[in-house]
């Protein structure tokens, strides 16, 4: 599991550098990954997922740190929407878009 560093604006004023896994998440759907960066990923799908319209576009399911199927789908979508490699590979440039969401 490599590493990847990001920076970004917290609330406009606090400029913070985050260090984060690069999570496959190809077989997630066979055999579920599990952990508290899993969590944090969820949270950040379900924040960017909700359109003005209150209409979910990429539902990992619940947070409950296991990435299974829907959480795979939920990454895919928000990559493809983002100009990204069309995968379940969150890397530097997907969390990069997930922290500016």
Known sequence: MSTAEVEGELQGSIQVTVQLARLDLTNAGDRP??????ANLQGLLTAASVDDDDNPRYDPGPIDGV????TRRAVINFKRDNGLRDNAIVGRAAWERLIED
Do not use: D, N
């Open 33 to 38: 990954v599990r952990g508290r960066l899993i």
């Open 67 to 70: 990435a299974g199927g829907r």
